[in-house]
Structures are given as C-alpha cells and as structure tokens.
C-alpha cells in the first residue's frame, strides 16, 4: 500500500518537481531542445509531401507534361530539407541535449550529495540508506532524461505518428491495423523486459556494494598489508569473482530475452516493409495510387512501423523510473526554497553564536537505541552541565559514553527523552546554529588527505583562512614542533591518496591534529572522546598538562575509560551499560567505594605491575 502511494506521488506533485528542477538547472537549453524537436519533425513530415510531388512531377516530365526546371526544384528542395537543413537541425539538437545533460546532471548530484549531507547522523548506521543512497547515484540519469524523454515522446507521438498512421488507414486499413498492432506489440515488449530489468536491478544493488567491497579490500592502501601478510588476496578474490559472476548472469538473462524480442520483432517488422512495398507497386499497376503516393504511403509505413524502436528507450526510462521512484524520491524529494538558497555556492557569514550565550546543558531521561539493534545505547540519562564545569565521563568501551556526548552535541537525537539548551528543547532549534557551540575531537576522526590548515580549520569553516585562530589553536597543542618537520607547514597535504608529496603523520601525531581541531575557534563547549587512546603514559601526562592550562575557563567534557582524567574534572559521570551508574568528585566517589573505586583500583594496580616489570 505505501509503494502504490509513493508511486502516485510521482505521477503528480514529484514529476513536477523533476520539471522544476530541470528549468532551474538549465532554463535556455530544456526549452530549446523542446521548439528544436518540434522543429525537425514539422520539417520530415513537409519532407514526405515534398517528395509525393517531386516523384509526381518526374513521372510527368517523362510523359512530357512536366519541365526538367519543376523536377530539379522539387528534387533540390527534398534533398536540402533531408540532408542540409534537417541534419542541421539534428546537429544543434545533439549539441543543445549533450550540454543540457552535463547541466542537469551537475544539479542533480550536487542535489543528492546536498540532500545526503541533510541526513540525521543516526541514519548513517543504517545500511538501508546506503543501499537506497547508491541506487540512487547509479540511476540518477534518469531524473534528468525522463522529463525530456517525457516530452519526446508526446511530441513525436502526436506531431509525426499519428500523422503516419491517418495516411495508413487512408490508404488501406488493414495495413494500417497491421503497422499498429505491431507498434503495440513493441510497445508491451519493451514494457515487460525493463519491468524486469528493474526488478534485476534492485535485486543487484547489494550483491553490487558487496562485490565493490571486496574489490577495495584488494586495492585500497589501508588494507593491503595485513591482506599480503595473512595471504588472503586468492579468498578476497573469490568473494569478488563469484559476486561479479551472479551479478552478469542476472544482467546477461535479461539481455538475451531482449535480443530475442528484438530479433522477432524486426522480423515481423521486415516481413510488413517488403509486403507493403509490393501491395503498393501492384496499386500503381492497378492505377489506384500514383508514383508519389506510393514513396509517401511507403514512408510513412516504415517510420510508423520503426517508431516503437524510437519510443522503447522513453518507455524503458518511464518504467523503470516507476518502479524505482520510491526509493529515490525518499533522497531528493521534496526540495524548500531554503534548500535551494543553501545549496547556492556562498561564502561563510562572519561567525556568531545566535542563540545567546550558553548557560547550561540539560538532559531529562534521554534513551536512545541505534537503526537495527534491540539494546539501548543508553538509558534513562538525567544529567546537567553548566557554564565553566569541566566534567569527566569515565566507563569501559561501550558503556554509552560517546552516544550520550553526540546526544549532548545535537548530532544523535534521543529515541525518548529531551535535551535542553539554556532551557530551549534542541529538537526545536537550527542545528547548524547550535553546532556552533561546540569543538569535539571525535575517537573516530575524519583524516582529511588535504591541506593541515584545513584538517585543523574544519573545526570551524568560517575561520579556515583566519591565521590568528590557526595559531592559537595549534598553540594550545603543542604542534608546532610537528609543523616545523613538515616541508609546507600548514600548507602540507596529509596523506599520499591523490598527491605524492603528501606526509603521512603518525596515530599520536594525529591525535593532536584532531585536537587542534576540536579547539579551532575556541569552542563553548568542548568535547574530547578518548584523546590519548593511542599514546604512551608519558606522552599523555605532557597532554594533561596541555589540557589544564587549555581547559581553564572552559566548559568541557571528557571521555575516556582511563581514570587519569579525573584528575582535569570537576565532576566524574561514571557509565556502565549505558547508564549513568556515579556521579561526583574523585573524592567522593573514593569514600563511595563503588564502580569508580573498582575502577581507579584495578587500573592503579595494573599501572604499577607494569612499573615494577619494567624496573625488574
């Protein structure tokens, strides 16, 4: 019942959204193509009269009631409409499509990408989005042709084959019936492959992202060596071979049942050609039809007969988008005038926190669960964070700490419960607004293979190009000693993926990029999610230090399983399961004796075993 909805949807308000989008992305050449077509077929269809004449006026002049003069002009004018003028037209109709394509095509990716980056994070875990977001991409092309196709189809059908087909009928009817039922059977063929080839065709696109995984596992650098050293080339290309091999088998059916239709299809379409061509010589015998009516009747018959062939591909482009609207009008449909204001290349406004100044943070019962997993990530959270407080989220891997600072951040949104900001709900403000409050050194960092003052300045776009704030965020990370190694400084590309005088950096080296980046601006609220996992007990002793002096002032949150940051923290939140187990200072929670006390004891012990193997 949804997918019938969705498909009506289409029929109307979303195939006027898709003409919308093609006069914004090209408003000369969509029109041109239009009057252009119109155009050429007016011009084949005064072609086929001038040719009755000219094949009447050479019979004549063989009969001497007609001059060479009448022939030559008739003939000429044919010849300058078919040859000359019409392929002209054809010319600027090919050259006007192909740049009307490139400028539909640019809208509708740079659309799709906008409309992706819209997405709530949480439906980046699911791998349904990324499965509809690849169908998608792949028959994007449609968005663009099938208003075109749309259109010329109606105007061939109305200006040229229906003319065709009156001249049929008018001259014998059951050769008309014939050249119709034919038309139709093509029509029906055509109908029934591409119904199925959509039907392969979204059966294909997870075997298709699974075949592309494989391959990358075999081709991509961050997987190479541990594919070389466990010999796993020959398994991986098992996997993509024997996807590749299902993927072409189900294509390769389709295709050979096409050819096959296709192949009975000009047959039959042959059979009709000679047939009329002789019933019409014998009407000439006859002395019912004249020279120029047969090569006008002939005409006509064969571009009616062939005018399936031209209309299957608008017809195979008006099925499959059918059949594969839902899921691709759930990505780019509908589109505000906001939208669309957005998606303008426009540069930064100067940076402003519009919300007012924050005062505090508050969460009332907030549970949330990810896309496909019955377990809540957590549960029942009631916290507050106030301006100025510095607090230390502390708990093992997966005990919800990082779920519960992207609920804090805006970038999750609760499953139940509400989180407020100055006593605003956030689900009812800008988001963008509100993420300008925040710096966060994420645990899952995105490593830019671009320039360092754009892996440090993405954390705060509108300053990238500000050198004060570079500085002052590269200052409080002491990371100017990496920059004075590196050949470009802040200029240097990271990472070799499209530019071979890229530096690679080192896990720890990383860490403080990452960290600049989250102090880029210098941030309201800062977030830090596990900031020394990959550095040894001395170089994160030198980062505490880094990080009181940093912190002062602020308002921060700090994550991690080590007991170590409690030392920076006003208050400790404690985190087991998801829930909110202790909350309060290392004191407090020392004389409690409970799940912080287990803690601090254990990673206290293990810190001085390995001390005391060291020194023996």
Known sequence: MEEKKEVRNFKFSTLFFMIRCIFRASPILFPLLIILTILSIGLSAFALFVLRDATNALVDMLNLDATLTKVFILVFLYLFIEIVFDQFIRFIINYTEGHYYKQADRY???????????????????????????YTYTYLYMFQQLPWYLIQFAIHFSFSKLLYLGIIFAFNWVAGIYCLI?????????????????????????????????????NTKAYIKETKI??????FFKKFKDLYLFIRDRYFKIIYQETLVNQIISILSFLFNNGLIFLLIYMVYQGKIN?????????????????????????????????????????????????????????YPDFSLKLGDFENIVLKNVTFSYPSKEDEAVSGINLK??????????????????????????????????????????????????????????????KYS????????????EALDNDEALNAAIGKTNLQNIIDKLPLGVETILGKEYD??????????????????????????????????????FEEERMLEEFRDALEYKTAILISHRISFARLADRIVMMRDG??????????????????YELFSSQQALYQSEVGGDEN
């Open 108 to 134: 509708f990716r740079v659309l799709l990408l906008y409309k992706l980056g819209k997405l709530p994070q949480v439906n980046m875990y699911d791998s349904n989005i990324y499965n509809k977001y690849e």
């Open 182 to 218: 034919l038309f139709i059977i093509n029509i029906i063929a055509s109908l029934l492959i591409t119904n199925k080839q959509a039907k392969v065709d979204k059966e294909n696109i997870l075997p298709t992202r699974q075949k592309d995984y494989y391959g990358s596992l075999l």
């Open 230 to 235: 466990n010999r796993l080339e020959g398994y």
């Open 291 to 347: 020279l120029g009516e047969l090569t006008l009747i002939q005409s006509a018959g064969m571009s009616l007969v062939y005018a399936a062939g031209q209309f299957r591909r608008p017809t195979k482009y008006i099925v499959q988008f059918v059949k594969y609207a839902p899921t691709m009008i759930a990505m780019l449909y509908p589109l505000s005038k906001e939208e669309r204001k957005e998606m303008k290349e426009r540069d």
């Open 385 to 446: 964070i106030t301006r100025g407080e510095i607090i230390s989220i502390l708990g093992y891997n997966g005990s919800g700490k990082t779920t519960l600072c992207k609920l804090v951040a805006g970038i999750l949104t609760p499953s139940s419960g509400k989180v407020y900001f100055n006593g605003q709900n956030i689900a009812a403000l800008d988001k963008n607004e509100y993420y300008k409050y925040f710096g966060i050194g994420f645990q899952d960092y995105a």
């Open 450 to 461: 671009l320039r360092l003052r754009d892996n440090i300045g993405f954390g705060r776009i």
């Open 500 to 537: 071979k005088d890229g530096q690679d950096l080192s896990v720890g080296q990383w860490q403080r990029v990452i960290l600049a980046r989250a102090y880029m601006g210098s941030p309201e609220i800062l977030i830090l999610d596990e900031p020394t996992a990959s550095i040894d007990p």
């Open 579 to 596: 829930m909110i187990v202790e909350t309060g200072t290392h004191e407090e929670l020392l004389r409690n004796k409970g799940y912080y």
